[in-house]
């Protein structure tokens, strides 16, 4: 194998690529490499953990054709460190050599043979708008587990088929968001997958000014096409837990507040808090709310934001993490938060967008 390619198309490939490879201890040597396939003047790269590949493919000057497994690490290094301009990598039995102006690297290739054989889904594709999936992965995605010692179905995202198109559930237990994207038709009638939190990620990383995203789904596997990049994800099989059952369909508490003014106030008096268990408390009254944090060995902040309250008096505390999650994921200028009391899950909505909903555990203060 032989080709020349600008520096940075080739450091932006070998790093997209390499988010998907292996980064465990005792993982198999071959899943710390990336495969690189060229065949005239298409380079092919892809990198795997074997539940998540990366594939990026680029145009270079080809010479001649060949498949080898470079290490990834090692090799996203030395080109990353060179020169702007060309580099010419030459590839032999055991070796590649990387030529860039004056530097000459040698690197040791990994054993082709111990790289896994990669699956693509090869169900039809379907073509889904791409600022609408994206927006909607950013909302619900970090409401998933990262916790891999729970359910794995955690770790996921539900895809569910919805009468009026399709539904994205995450949560860890302690937190819930949900989206709605109606006339979105990509799963069979009551069909449902769980889609790993992690390939979402990394597939809203790839979107970029791309129109539409290509989506393949069949038994086992979810392939997301953008440009000249695929992500291929095993699908987790598992059952999703009966999330409908979590979101409560009478909350007789509702305060209305400004997004962005709750937002900056949230992160001021989480200050107090911070690498700390300790909850933030809202404090609800007919036309404010009072946000107060306290620690017994830094001190308290407090502070009001002007707000529309319905319903009983009331003090709830949360995580502030997950409340700034939840605040943040939610559009619009105003949102309201729905309560009970301060035991049961609160409502995060947006007046703006009814597709969307945050559902928030509580935290029990005395």
């Known amino acids: 194998m032989k080709f020349r390619c600008e520096r940075d198309r080739l450091v932006e490939a070998l790093g997209t690529a390499g988010r998907a490879v292996s980064t465990r201890g005792g993982t198999l040597t071959a899943l710390t490499g990336i495969r690189a396939e060229l065949v005239g003047d298409h380079l092919s790269l892809t990198g795997t953990d074997l539940e998540l590949t990366i594939t990026v493919e680029i145009e270079v000057n080809g010479e001649a054709d060949g498949v080898v497994v470079l290490p990834a690490k090692l090799t996203a290094e030395i080109i990353r460190s ?36 990669q699956h693509t889904a090869e169900a039809d594709p379907v073509n889904v708008p791409t600022a609408e999936l994206a927006s909607a992965i950013r909302q619900v995605v970090r409401a998933a587990s990262r916790d891999e010692t729970r359910s794995v179905a955690l770790t ?135 946000l107060l944090a306290i620690t017994p060995d830094r001190g308290e902040a407090r502070e009001a934001v002007p707000a529309k309250y319905e319903g009983e008096e009331l003090t709830v505390a949360f995580n502030p993490e997950y409340l700034l999650a939840g605040i943040d994921a939610t559009s619009g200028d105003e949102i309201s938060i729905e309560t009970v009391d301060g035991l049961k899950p609160a409502l995060l909505r947006s007046s703006e967008d009814e597709g969307f909903l945050y559902l928030l555990m509580p935290v029990r203060v005395s």
């Not at 992500?231 to 997004?259: C, H, K, W």
Request: charged share 20%; proline share 6%; aromatic share 4%.
């Open 156 to 290: 996921g995202v539900l895809l569910a088929a919805e009468a009026e198109g399709l539904r994205l559930v995450a949560t860890d237990s302690y937190r819930l968001a949900m989206r709605d994207l109606p006339g979105l038709s990509l799963l069979g009638a009551e069909a449902q997958v769980i889609v790993p939190a992690r390939a979402l990620s990394e597939l809203v990383r790839l979107l970029g000014d791309s129109e539409t995203v290509e989506v393949r789904l069949d038994a086992g596997t979810a392939s997301f096409g953008v440009g000249t990049a695929q992500v291929t994800t095993r699908l987790i099989e598992a059952e999703y837990p009966n999330y409908r059952g979590l979101i409560p369909s009478n909350q007789p508490n509702r305060l209305t507040v400004g997004r962005d003014a709750l937002l900056e106030a949230v992160r001021r008096v989480a200050l107090m808090v911070q690498s700390t268990p300790t909850p933030i408390r809202l404090v609800s009254s007919a036309d404010q709310l009072e």
């Open 82 to 117: 060179l020169p702007d301009g060309a580099v010419q990598v030459t590839v032999g039995d055991e070796e590649a050599e990387i030529i860039s102006g004056s530097a000459t690297f040698t690197v040791l290739l990994l054993a082709p043979e111990g790289f896994p054989q």
